[in-house]
């Protein structure tokens, strides 16, 4: 499932995170901000890989 929320010139980011057995991938653009959960660890950090690559950025942050 997938949440998006527009948001204000913020600088794009890609962030994995656990909470209570599932696994979150927060994807921040300049105008808005995506959150998607997963079951799998592997699939969310290749969820993240693929954004990051999108990006362009250097790395994703894991919280």
């Known amino acids: 499932m997938a949440v998006v929320v527009p948001i ?3 600088h794009p980011r890609v962030e994995v995170g656990e909470a209570c ?3 979150f991938v927060r994807v921040v653009e300049e105008d808005q901000e995506l959150t998607r959960s997963f079951e799998l660890e592997s699939y969310a950090l290749a969820f993240a890989e693929g954004q990051r690559m999108r990006l362009h950025l250097n790395t994703f ?3």
């Open 21 to 23: 057995g599932e696994w």
């Open 8 to 10: 204000r010139k913020a």
């Open 61 to 63: 942050l894991r919280l």
